[in-house]
């Protein structure tokens, strides 16, 4: 299991009216900004056009781990590895050739990540371990920020960690992550949390950055 515990928070719940200064906010504490690109058709919500992310990815002073939850993704993931997205995550109900398009995103620089939606078994997919950097097990129907931790996905993350083994494929949970959540997440196998209403409604974001780390961390030392 990798060693490391890594924190993306999402700006899904920031003030897009001040997108800069949500950023440089957590960008200190952060390992990568969680930017969740929706076109309402994959999901019933919408978040940013290309040209909108793409400007995001570019003035964001830390790596962006893009979350692509639009449909047809084949035909545009690589652009955001072209952008400049660190690492590209599209979603297995979305794409016709997963290989092929985890593929391209690598040759273009960024890191290839696959998500599973909560109804999408994971089994299925352990043929791409060769092509993919990180899995991404939704704990919430995507969409919006603010819905509940959906437990019932251990079952997934602990699948998903026997399948991962020894390799060094990252295992980013994505939904309702929350101090109590993120150490249920961390037991079942997790070392990626995206967080978004957890760390933008705190008091200070920052400081719930690193309290959700230092949680993640003390829950994987636990006995
Ligand atoms: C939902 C997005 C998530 C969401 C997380 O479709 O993919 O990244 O922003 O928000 P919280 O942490 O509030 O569930
Ligand atoms: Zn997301």
């Known amino acids: 299991m990798s060693g490391h515990i890594r924190i993306t928070p ?21 390992d990568f900004i969680h930017l969740d690109v929706m076109d309402n058709v994959f999901v019933p919500n919408f978040t940013f056009d290309f040209s909108s992310a793409a400007k995001i990815i570019a003035a964001s002073p830390i790596p962006i781990d893009a979350h692509l939850m639009v449909a ?17 995550t599209i979603h297995a109900e979305a794409t016709s050739d997963i290989s092929s398009t985890l593929k391209g995103i690598k040759s273009h620089g ?8 909560p109804g999408t078994a994971i089994d ?6 060769d ?3 990180m899995f991404l097990i939704m704990t919430v129907e995507p969409g919006f920020g603010g819905q509940k931790f959906m437990e019932s996905m251990m079952e997934k993350v602990r699948i998903t960690r ?8 990252w295992l980013q949970v994505d939904g309702g992550i929350s101090l109590e959540t993120i150490e249920i997440a961390v037991t079942a196998g997790a070392d990626t949390f995206v967080a978004g209403s957890a760390v933008f409604n705190a008091e200070d974001p920052a400081r719930m950055v690193n309290a959700l780390r ?7 030392l636990a006995p």
């Open 10 to 30: 999402s700006i899904l719940n920031a003030d897009f009216g001040h997108l800069d200064q949500e950023i440089a906010k957590i960008a200190p504490v952060s």
């Open 124 to 129: 299925q997919y352990s043929e791409f371990l």
């Open 72 to 88: 047809n993704v084949d035909s545009i993931a690589i652009d955001y590895a072209v952008a400049g997205a660190a690492s590209v």
């Open 110 to 117: 960024a890191r290839a990540a696959l998500a599973v939606k």
């Open 162 to 169: 026997k399948i991962i083994g020894s390799r060094p494929i």
């Open 131 to 133: 092509d993919v950097d």
């Open 214 to 220: 230092e949680r993640a961390i003390s829950s994987k």
